[in-house]
């Protein structure tokens, strides 16, 4: 058993039960995961995947300073739900496929990935699901069902079985957490 999986497993876990509750000290512990899965991802080969834990540690510090920011008519700690404009939907959709492209690309070409689209596609599809949670976009929920179920998957076939365990819950917490945002207030932005 790896032990570092193990730890890596733990604290996605902490993070996705912080996330679903709005906490803020949830970008302090998924920057931990992010450190800790940079390492059992590059040791599987899953470059896509450790990528994104790269991609989790920068926006972890983006998000932990967007969420403390008290805007002048609300209290900063309320749990809120923003809702989404169209256009961002369509820009940050546009711009994630044309990653999931340039992605697939490098990793087919590169590296020894065992499975670059896969990789490539939950990667791209985490990394938009990351940057909709820092707005506090409750449609980000959607996109983890989405990549979850995929990656239990690739991580399955890469014989990560705490990252696979850690996953089947990241499902199920998607569907609670989706569940819970709809009780948040809606506001506009």
């Given at each position: 058993m790896d032990w570092t999986e193990v730890f890596?497993?733990?604290?996605?876990?902490?993070?996705?039960?912080?996330?679903?509750?709005?906490?803020?000290?949830?970008?302090?512990?998924?920057?931990?995961?992010?450190l800790i899965y940079m390492a059992v991802f590059f040791t599987s080969a899953l470059y896509a995947a450790m990528?994104?834990?790269?991609?989790?540690?920068v926006v972890s510090v983006y998000g932990w300073q967007k969420w403390g920011v008290k805007s002048p008519d609300e209290n900063s700690n309320r749990e809120v739900v923003?809702?989404?404009?169209?256009?961002?939907?369509?820009?940050?959709?546009?711009?994630?496929?044309?990653?999931?492209?340039?992605?697939?690309?490098?990793?087919?070409?590169?590296?020894?990935?065992?499975?670059?689209?896969?990789?490539?596609?939950i990667t791209t599809i985490s990394?938009?699901?990351?940057?909709?949670?820092?707005?506090?976009?409750?449609?980000?929920?959607?996109?983890w069902i989405i990549a979850d179920t995929l990656a239990v998957f690739l991580y399955m076939q890469q014989g990560l079985y705490a990252t696979t365990a850690l996953y089947v819950i990241y499902i199920a917490a998607a569907?609670?957490?989706?569940?819970?945002?709809?009780?948040?207030?809606?506001?506009?932005?």
């Open positions: 890596g497993a733990a604290t996605g876990l902490l993070y996705v039960i912080l996330e679903i509750r709005q906490k803020r000290s949830m970008w302090i512990v998924g920057a931990v995961s992010a990528g994104l834990q790269l991609y989790y540690l923003v809702g989404m404009k169209f256009n961002l939907l369509l820009i940050s959709s546009f711009v994630s496929l044309v990653c999931y492209f340039g992605l697939t690309w490098i990793l087919e070409n590169y590296t020894g990935d065992p499975n670059p689209r896969l990789d490539a596609f990394m938009l699901a990351t940057y909709w949670v820092t707005k506090k976009h409750i449609e980000h929920w959607f996109l569907v609670a957490g989706y569940l819970h945002w709809r009780k948040f207030p809606r506001v506009l932005n």
